[in-house]
């Protein structure tokens, strides 16, 4: 079985432009959430969705957005770069709400750098 | 609001000994849940142990087990005979909320290394 794939792996971005990051969740999982991981602030909590809807939001400004398509893949979205946006972007997918026979399944994240 | 307090930023072990990992959390919820995850220098965070608030026993799995004591609110994760490939930080977590809205809030972790 498949885990949760992240791409890109990897991203460089200027100041001011915006991003798009891609996850594909574990096969038969309807939630995907997305996490920010920095050395200073650690894992916060970005947003959640759940069947194509956005579930449940952490305390971010406006320019981070997200998605979820008809076959639970998720996008976010970033606009107009800070170089503080420079971070490990994780995304997990499970099957509802995290349980003991639901935990989260992570990807192996997208590094951005903003310059 | 929910937090989870991680006061080892580094520990050290031996191979083959034990080592346990603190964990402390505060919410007002009745009913939560807490997770251990892994997270290798690759990037990837790995399941390592549930346990509810409402579990009578200890939750163990393999060379994982969790030390839960509610009235002080803290759950340690044991790691029995420690291998070279558990060097990794390690993440408490608590999931909260109501229903509907449950997220996970994470501690800042603990950098664990396994010397040979």
């Known amino acids: 079985k498949a885990g949760v794939t992240q791409t890109p792996r990897y991203l460089i971005k200027t100041r001011g432009q915006q991003v798009t990051l891609s996850c594909s969740p574990i096969?038969?999982?309807?939630?995907v959430s997305w996490y920010q991981q920095t050395p200073g602030q650690g894992l916060q909590f970005l947003f959640e969705?759940?069947?194509?809807?956005?579930?449940n939001k952490g305390n971010f400004p406006g320019r981070f957005s997200g998605r979820q398509f008809s076959n639970s893949r998720s996008e976010m979205n970033v606009s107009t770069l800070e170089l503080g946006d420079s971070a490990l972007y994780l995304c997990?997918?499970?099957?509802?709400?995290?349980?003991?026979?639901?935990?989260?399944?992570f990807g192996n994240g997208t590094r951005l750098t903003v310059t | 609001a929910q937090k989870i307090t991680q006061t080892q930023p580094g520990m050290f072990v031996q191979e083959k000994e034990a080592v346990t990992l603190d964990c402390t959390y505060d919410?007002?919820?009745?009913?939560?849940?807490l997770f251990w995850y892994k997270q290798p220098s690759s990037g990837e965070m790995i399941f390592l142990i549930y346990?509810?608030?409402?579990?009578?026993q200890n939750a163990t799995e393999g060379r994982y087990s969790l030390n839960f004591q509610k009235a002080r609110k803290s759950a340690n994760l044991v790691i029995s005979a420690s291998q070279l490939g558990d060097s990794a930080m390690y993440f408490c977590?608590?999931?909260?909320?109501?229903?509907?809205?449950?997220?996970?809030?994470f501690g800042k972790g603990t950098k664990l290394t396994v010397n040979p």
């Open positions: 919410t007002s919820d009745p009913s939560y849940g």
């Open positions: 096969s038969g999982h309807r939630s």
């Open positions: 346990q509810g608030s409402y579990d009578q």
């Open positions: 997990a997918s499970s099957w509802d709400i995290p349980t003991e026979n639901s935990p989260l399944h």
């Open positions: 969705y759940f069947s194509e809807t956005q579930r």
């Open positions: 977590a608590i999931r909260t909320g109501p229903g509907g809205s449950e997220k996970l809030v």
